[in-house]
């Protein structure tokens, strides 16, 4: 079973940039689309961004739409998420994962906060 390990998070001001990286412990293929999701305090883990088969399709929900880009290595088994002009509602723990979800264990996630 894979497994994934995400880095990359940290404290950063309003308006900041941080890059996430997802390294998988076995080989995430190309045909299957990975996927970013957080989870704030007091909410529920949802879906962030999806990059599918060969970096072939990307889908982002609404609140990050022209800020973050998700992005692939096949060949090293990587997924980033790259994320410009933070705002205070990006503040969560950030995890990375197959989608759709196959039912595997999420890694440990990488806290990403905004504040000044």
């Known amino acids: 079973q894979v497994q994934f390990v995400e880095s990359g998070g940290g404290l950063v001001q309003p308006g900041g940039s941080l890059r996430l990286s997802c390294a998988a412990s076995?080989?995430?293929?190309?045909?299957?689309?990975m996927g970013w999701y957080r989870q704030a305090p007091g909410k529920q883990r949802s879906l962030v961004a999806y990059?599918?088969?060969?970096?072939?399709?990307?889908y982002y929900v609404d609140s990050v739409k022209g800020r973050f880009t998700i992005s692939r290595d096949d060949a090293n088994n990587m997924v980033y998420l790259q994320m410009n002009s933070l705002k205070a509602e990006d503040t969560a723990v950030y995890y990375c994962?197959?989608?759709?979800?196959?039912?595997?264990?999420w890694g440990q996630g990488t806290q990403v906060t905004v504040s000044s």
């Open positions: 990059i599918g088969s060969s970096s072939g399709t990307a």
């Open positions: 076995g080989s995430i293929s190309s045909i299957y689309a």
């Open positions: 994962n197959w989608f759709p979800l196959k039912g595997g264990a």
